[in-house]
T-cell receptor, first 114, second 114 residues
Framework: DTGVSQNPRHKITKRGQNVTFRCDPISEHNRLYWYRQTLGQGPEFLTYFQNEAQLEKSRLLSDRFSAERPKGSFSTLEIQRTEQGDSAMYLCASSRGGSNQPQHFGDGTRLSIL | KNQVEQSPQSLIILEGKNCTLQCNYTVSPFSNLRWYKQDTGRGPVSLTI?????NTKSNGRYTATLDADTKQSSLHITASQLSDSASYIC?????????????FGKGTKLSVIP
């Protein structure tokens, strides 16, 4: 169990640029989740994959956001035309199937929009 | 609307002392309740998961309780250590649509001082 890995850890970009984050889940986990967390708040759900299928997207996920998990392993989250309000920590988590399985989180990618 | 409220927002205690953090929720239908520890700049780490039928669960010096009738949970930390300084997040899962339907509280920020 090597843990959930996220890259990069930090990203600073100018408003209007596109950014892409990567998440490598724990290898035997078939479920993968993306969350966004701002300072002083709990994580907010963005989207969820079971294997390669994206099964749920939050209304927080505007059309500027897209996530993929092409082979059911790693996932990418892309934000197009970034805005100031996109500044946040983006967390990825993975878990086994089953409603009572713990989600294992990565240490996140901190995005700062200049 | 599903909600999770935590109290207090922040807490300062002396090393070696005990403390109790509170969580009230209005998530329905209830599936399970989780407590996570989040160190500054890191992803959350799972401490406990409790289902409807469980009213207490321990993980080392951490003991979580659940009263599903009053929709309240507490996290008790015994003999606190400096390394317990972190945010503690209560998370409630709704039943029926998979484990991705998690509602996060804003967390209690605990500072343990020497």
């Amino acid at each position: 169990d090597t843990g959930v890995s996220q890259n990069p850890r930090h990203k600073i970009t100018k408003r209007g640029q596109n950014v892409t984050f990567r998440c490598d889940p724990i290898s035997e986990h078939n479920r993968l989740y993306w969350y966004r967390q701002t300072l002083g708040q709990g994580p907010e759900f963005l989207t969820y994959f079971q294997n390669e299928a994206q099964l749920e997207k939050s209304r927080l996920l505007s059309d500027r956001f897209s996530a993929e998990r092409p082979k059911g392993s790693f996932s990418t989250l892309e934000i197009q035309r970034t805005e100031q309000g996109d500044s946040a920590m983006y967390l990825c988590a993975s878990s086994r199937g089953g409603s009572n399985q713990p989600q294992h989180f990565g240490d996140g990618t901190r995005l700062s929009i200049l | 609307k599903n909600q999770v409220e935590q109290s207090p927002q922040s807490l300062i205690i002396l090393e070696g002392k005990n403390c109790t953090l509170q969580c009230n929720y209005t998530v329905s239908p209830f599936s399970n309740l989780r407590w996570y520890k989040q160190d500054t700049g890191r992803g959350p780490v799972s401490l406990t998961i409790m289902t409807f039928s469980e009213n207490t669960k321990s993980n080392g010096r951490y003991t979580a309780t659940l009263d599903a009738d009053t929709k309240q949970s507490s996290l008790h930390i015994t003999a606190s250590q400096l390394s317990d300084s972190a945010s503690y997040i209560c998370v409630v899962s709704a039943k029926g649509a998979g484990s991705y339907q998690l509602t996060f509280g804003k967390g209690t920020k605990l500072s343990v001082i020497p």
